[in-house]
């Protein structure tokens, strides 16, 4: 669904409802931290230890209804990964429109420590990002490019 606001001078702006359902009572709405932030927390309900190289899936306790033409995609925390080496193994995850399922997060350890994660820890972020349709057609050849076929590491470092 898409509403309209005004947005403090901004003029005219596209609003668009994310549906959040509680399958758990210990779960946490999740939120942006701050205004004009790309993604909102996401929370753990659950406490789970991830030993070195571990991977393991953490439950959020929510479900989700997407705008149409949406998708939620699933991304680590910054924090995490540096001070931990925490991160989300599929980054970015991603949540199709139609799912309705419990959003549960992929984490995997690649420090050297022991981390446990904490009842209501903020574990990931996700981002809600348009999604463009296509029609599929095959075809026997393509336009030629600049680039070619030249990819995995054509460019150098420098």
Known sequence: MLIYQIDKGRGLSAMYKLF???????????????EGDAGMDLYSIEEKTIEPGETTLIHTGISIQLPEETEAQIRPRSGLALKHSITVLNTPGTIDEGYRGEICIILINHGNNTFKVEKHMRIAQMVIKPVLKVKILEVTTLLDSERGENGLGS????
């Open 155 to 158: 460019t150098g470092l420098k």
């Open 20 to 34: 959040i359902k509680k399958l758990n009572e210990d779960a946490i709405i999740p939120k942006y931290a701050h």
